[in-house]
C-alpha cells in the first residue's frame, strides 16, 4: 500500500493547525495565558494562540487555543479497530429470530455500578429507540428487559439467569479515574468466578466504549457513539446463531 502522511488541516493542507481546550489549576490573568501558552510549547506545538481564557472556579481557568502540530502520520497504515458485522432492519431482525432461532432472543441490560445515567441503555432498550431506530422493547421477537441504573453486578447476573437471557447490555458513561473500567471487570470476573461468562453473549457500551477495549476487558464486543438499537439486536442475533 503506498504511503500517505498527514497532519491536521486549518486554513492550509497539512498546516497542521489544531485546536485545543483546556484547564489549568492557575487563578485567571494575564500570568495565566502566558503559563498555557508555555505548556503547549512543551507539547511541541508551533504558532501558539491563546484565544481564549475563562476563570471557571477560584483557582481555575479554562483555556480555548490554536496551535500547529508539526508530527505527521502515514494515514496507510492505520487500521480500523470498530466492530464489522452484519446489520439488519427492524423486520429482518423479527423475521431471522423467528424463522432461524424459533423463539425469543432474550436480552437483560442496565447501567451498573454508581452510575446513574440511562440515556444510553434506553436509547437501545426502551420502546421508542432513537432517532426513529426502534428499541428493543418494541420487537415482538425479543424479551427486553432494561434494569435501569445503579444496578449492581450481583442484581444484572441474577436476572440474566432467571430470563435465561442470551445477551447482556452494560452501559457506561461516567469514565471519571477510569471507574467504567472497574465497573466493566467486576462484572466479567463474577461471571468467571460462577462459571457463566461463556452463558452469555456481553456487549458493553458508552461514549469511551471501543470494541478493542471491551474484547480487551473480556466482552465480546463494544459499542460506542451513535449505535442504533438495530445495530445491537443485529449483533446478538448474528453472534447467537454464527452468521
Request: hydrophobic share 40%; proline share 3%.
Given at each position: 500500500?503506498?504511503?500517505?502522511f498527514?497532519?491536521?488541516?486549518?486554513?492550509?493542507?497539512?498546516?497542521?493547525?489544531?485546536?485545543?481546550?483546556?484547564?489549568?489549576p492557575?487563578?485567571?490573568?494575564d500570568?495565566?495565558?502566558?503559563?498555557?501558552?508555555?505548556?503547549?510549547?512543551k507539547?511541541?506545538?508551533?504558532?501558539?494562540?491563546?484565544?481564549?481564557?475563562k476563570a471557571?472556579?477560584?483557582?481555575?481557568?479554562y483555556f480555548?487555543a490554536?496551535?500547529?502540530?508539526?508530527?505527521?502520520?502515514?494515514?496507510?497504515?492505520?487500521?480500523?479497530?470498530?466492530?464489522?458485522?452484519q446489520?439488519?432492519?427492524?423486520?429482518?431482525?423479527n423475521?431471522?429470530i423467528?424463522?432461524?432461532?424459533?423463539?425469543?432472543?432474550?436480552?437483560?441490560?442496565?447501567?451498573?455500578g454508581?452510575?446513574?445515567?440511562?440515556?444510553g441503555?434506553?436509547?437501545?432498550m426502551n420502546?421508542?429507540g432513537?432517532?426513529?431506530?426502534?428499541?428493543?422493547e418494541?420487537?415482538?421477537?425479543?424479551?427486553?428487559?432494561?434494569l435501569?441504573a445503579?444496578?449492581?453486578?450481583?442484581?444484572?447476573i441474577?436476572?440474566?439467569?432467571?430470563?435465561?437471557?442470551?445477551?447482556i447490555?452494560?452501559?457506561?458513561?461516567?469514565?471519571?479515574?477510569?471507574?467504567?473500567?472497574?465497573?466493566?471487570?467486576?462484572?466479567i470476573?463474577?461471571?468467571?468466578?460462577?462459571?457463566?461468562?461463556?452463558?452469555?453473549?456481553?456487549?458493553?457500551?458508552?461514549?469511551?466504549?471501543?470494541?478493542?477495549?471491551?474484547i480487551?476487558?473480556?466482552y465480546?464486543?463494544?459499542?460506542?457513539a451513535?449505535?442504533?438499537?438495530?445495530?445491537?439486536?443485529?449483533?446478538?442475533?448474528?453472534r447467537l446463531?454464527?452468521l
Open positions: 500500500m503506498e504511503q500517505e498527514i497532519k491536521p488541516y486549518g486554513d492550509t493542507l497539512n498546516d497542521g493547525r489544531i485546536q485545543l481546550a483546556f484547564t489549568l492557575v487563578e485567571c490573568c500570568r495565566a495565558h502566558q503559563g498555557a501558552i508555555t505548556y503547549l510549547s507539547l511541541n506545538l508551533e504558532n501558539i494562540e491563546v484565544v481564549h481564557r471557571i472556579a477560584p483557582g481555575f481557568t480555548v490554536f496551535a500547529s502540530a508539526i508530527p505527521t502520520i502515514d494515514y496507510s497504515q492505520v487500521k480500523s479497530n470498530t466492530l464489522k458485522h446489520t439488519m432492519d427492524f423486520y429482518q431482525i423475521q431471522i423467528k424463522e432461524s432461532l424459533g423463539r425469543q432472543l432474550k436480552v437483560v441490560g442496565a447501567s451498573i454508581s452510575d446513574a445515567h440511562t440515556v441503555i434506553d436509547a437501545i420502546m421508542k432513537f432517532d426513529g431506530n426502534y428499541g428493543l418494541r420487537y415482538p421477537e425479543i424479551t427486553a428487559l432494561n435501569g445503579q444496578v449492581s453486578c450481583e442484581e444484572l441474577a436476572q440474566a439467569i432467571k430470563i435465561d437471557a442470551d445477551a447490555l452494560v452501559s457506561q458513561t461516567v469514565t471519571q479515574k477510569d471507574i467504567h473500567l472497574k465497573n466493566l471487570t467486576s462484572l470476573e463474577m461471571l468467571e468466578a460462577e462459571s457463566l461468562r461463556k452463558r452469555f453473549i456481553l456487549i458493553a457500551g458508552g461514549p469511551r466504549i471501543s470494541h478493542a477495549l471491551a480487551e476487558l473480556g465480546d464486543a463494544g459499542l460506542g451513535g449505535t442504533m438499537p438495530s445495530d445491537v439486536a443485529s449483533l446478538i442475533i448474528t446463531l454464527k
